[in-house]
């Protein structure tokens, strides 16, 4: 059995300081992270201009990956859908945009599918030791956004309801980049600062 400090090599946060804690305590953090999605989801402003409201989930989606490592940061995010699928309140709140599985079908389906993928891939990166620095923490959350962002325009361009890509460009990325960026500034501290707390 390796000890932390073995550990400290490798692995997320997660992985690092609860190895030896109950599977309990490990589905409690999942779910915490599922359920922080859905609060980040609620802070939602809705844009004028695009069927895309700007909310916090991408910090929390990518922050929960590289805390919860690749397989549970996936695995929260898992959750989160299929609450969402099952009806339960936790897409950002429209008036435009269909509930349950519908909203997987609209406009903003492609965002929301991706983000298992997006904690994966922060997750991924984190176990690899990218969450220790502030550079390459910002390395480890920008490859998660862009993945949201490939998706989201993606499903725009040309999924169930297609725009195009030019018009998906301009509903779904150029607006949100900006913000989006200072985000992952501002994400892409937490984990650095976490492990100098911790060691």
């Known amino acids: 059995m390796t000890s932390r400090v073995d550990r ?5 946060l997660l992985q690092v300081f ?10 409690a953090a999942v779910l915490f992270v ?13 844009l004028p201009f695009t069927p895309v409201p700007f909310t916090l989930q991408p910090m929390v989606v990518l922050l929960g990956g590289a805390a919860l490592g690749s397989r549970l940061g996936l695995t929260s995010q898992v959750l989160y ?12 709140a429209s008036p435009a945009l269909p509930p349950g599985v519908g909203r997987l079908l609209g406009p903003t389906g492609g965002y ?12 991924y990166l984190a176990e690899r030791g990218l969450d220790r620095h502030y550079l390459t923490s910002m390395i480890a959350m920008s490859a998660g956004l862009a993945l949201i962002f490939a998706c989201g325009v993606a499903w725009m361009a ?12 301009r509903a779904g990325l150029y607006p949100f ?3 989006d960026i200072v985000k992952v500034f501002l994400a892409a501290t937490v ?5 100098k707390g911790l060691k």
Do not use: K
Not at 81 to 92: E, K, R, S, Y
Not at 112 to 123: D, E, K, N, R
Not at 191 to 195: C, D, E, I, Q, V
């Open 177 to 179: 980049l900006p913000a």
């Open 191 to 195: 984990l650095p600062f976490a492990w």
């Open 8 to 12: 400290m090599a490798n692995g997320a």
């Open 81 to 92: 859908l299929a609450a969402g699928i099952a009806g339960l309140p936790v897409f950002a």
């Open 158 to 169: 040309w999924g169930a309801t297609p725009i195009g890509l030019t018009a998906a460009l």
């Open 34 to 46: 599922t359920v922080l999605t859905a609060i980040a989801a609620q802070v939602s402003i809705p």
């Open 18 to 27: 609860a190895a030896d804690l109950s599977p309990a305590i490990r589905a």
């Open 112 to 123: 929301l599918m991706s983000y298992p993928f997006a904690a994966f891939i922060a997750g």
